[in-house]
């Protein structure tokens, strides 16, 4: 499915002139705002690396111009960082977000450059933690706007919210906008988390998969046993737990969480799996799981992964059988199905599939719902005629995207008649969530100018 421009795009070369000039200066900003460690999880690192990044994201905007910047106490602990900047009087208003908080680098000895420090490498990508997801989304924002400072002024009204701790999954900016309804208000909203489908295709994401984050807890003994002893007779948690976790899926991998749905298609712009392939590293031999397309199995269906297992290492490991064992859960649930009642069915899973009567327990961590956007409203207008311009002689691609953003269905709900585009910076070689993240500074300037021909095509319809 695409979208295509209805008017041809107005000379904007200014604009991608003044994008092209402030490269430099957005790359050194972006080196600062990496070299913050916001992880808004406490138990990993220290909470004042968001509090300092959450800073600096205030200090740009006030540099901006921005009013009523304010950095707000969210209910999770966390703190996301607001402005607005007056338009023109009658010009619509649009919300810009971005997040600053990032996942964890995981093993940082895996990264070829530091995960906290901006390196520019060979392959002329900037590589590091948060560069793509979605500090650089932060950055785009900026250098929009700049540009339209720079070329006669910013024709709308902005508001900017960057959340800190949507890599959690915890909600906090979720309440806080529940709690204070007027404060995101807007005409229209850009999502700056997502990304092309590939670099240079300029793409809008027009679903998201919602997320329900479970950990599971096997007890079967009061203590770890000697495994020569009581192996063979004593019920094993982690044995336990790993007929739990298989229970998850069918024998081609398949998601199968009794009573959830499967079996979803996707009918817009489709994935080659020759393409996927690479694109995911799948080694050479080793195939994909599940059926259908690719595009099914990524956006129209739900998808089960074991994030992580407490369990002994390898090394060091005792002969023992366990009495307790905890794995963490992902599961992504696609547009059509309620985030709620996937949690109710997993949980029930979990404890129908838990083996030999072993004491189970589940508790729910992390939860938003799917997404699904109106592609035929005119900011999708606007925003065709924007990346047709920044991106010569392509069109808008409408795709979905397997992640989740929970803000998306909070703000659809509190504001229903406000069109929400998604683009950004996360296009394929970004590997976010990875070791070894990076961002395309061609990507991020192609869609800087996107987003600042946005700004003007949409208030000029709002005059028409």
């Not at 960082?81 to 010009?91: N, Q, R």
């Not at 490991?317 to 366990?322: I, K, L």
Request: contains cysteine; charged residues 20%.
């Amino acid at each position: 499915m695409t979208a295509q421009p209805t008017r041809p795009t107005a000379p904007f070369e200014p604009i991608a002139e003044t994008v092209a000039s402030l490269m430099p200066r957005a790359k050194a900003e972006l080196t600062e705002l990496v070299a913050f460690r916001s992880v808004a999880d406490p138990a990993q690192f220290p909470p004042s690396e968001c509090r300092a990044a959450a800073d600096w994201v205030a200090d740009a905007l006030r540099a901006e111009g921005f009013e009523d910047v304010a950095l707000l106490d969210t209910p999770d602990g966390t703190q996301s960082v607001y402005g607005h900047l007056p338009g023109p009087e009658g010009a619509p208003t649009v919300l810009l977000y971005a997040h600053y908080d990032v996942q964890p680098p995981l093993d940082e000895g895996a990264w070829v450059t530091p995960p906290f420090e901006l390196t520019e490498r060979e392959d002329g990508r900037w590589y590091g933690r948060g560069a793509a997801d979605c500090k650089g989304g932060f950055i785009m924002h900026l250098l929009a706007l700049r540009a339209l400072k720079a070329n006669g002024g910013i024709p709308v009204g902005v508001k900017v919210i960057a959340e800190g701790s949507e890599e959690q999954g915890t909600g906090g900016l979720e309440r806080y906008a529940e709690a204070h309804p007027e404060l995101l208000a807007a005409d229209a909203i850009v999502i700056g988390d997502a990304g092309n489908f590939r670099a240079g295709l300029p793409t809008v994401t027009a679903t998201l998969r919602g997320m329900t984050m479970m950990r599971v807890t096997v007890d079967t003994l009061r203590g770890n046993l000697h495994s020569g002893m009581f192996g063979g007779a004593a019920p094993d948690a982690l044995a336990a737990l790993i007929r739990v976790l298989d229970s998850l899926r069918a024998e081609d991998g398949s998601t199968t969480v009794d009573g959830l749905p499967a079996d979803g298609t996707w009918q817009g712009l489709q994935y080659p799996e020759e393409d996927f392939r690479e694109d995911a590293k799948v080694l050479d031999g080793v195939g994909l799981i599940g059926d259908g397309t690719v595009a099914d199995r990524l956006w129209a269906r739900p998808a089960v992964t074991v994030l992580g297992i407490d369990c002994p290492p390898v090394v060091g490991a005792t002969p023992s059988v366990h009495a307790s064992a905890r794995a963490q859960i992902s599961l992504r649930v696609p547009p059509g199905q309620d985030a709620a009642e996937a949690t109710k069915l997993l949980t029930a899973h979990l404890e129908a599939h838990t083996p030999w009567g072993a004491r189970v327990s589940v508790e729910q961590v992390g939860q938003g719902q799917p997404f699904l956007a109106d592609v035929a409203s005119p900011a999708y207008t606007s925003m065709a005629d924007a990346l047709a311009f920044a991106y010569p002689g392509q069109r808008m691609q409408v795709a979905g995207m397997g992640g989740t953003i929970p803000l998306c269905n909070t703000l659809a709900a509190l504001y229903p008649d406000t069109e929400i585009l998604l683009i950004g910076l996360s296009e394929p070689a970004a590997q976010i969530h990875a070791v070894n993240e990076s961002v395309s500074p061609d990507e991020l300037e192609r869609l800087s100018v996107a987003e600042a021909v946005f700004l003007l095509n949409y208030a000029a319809a709002g005059r028409e």
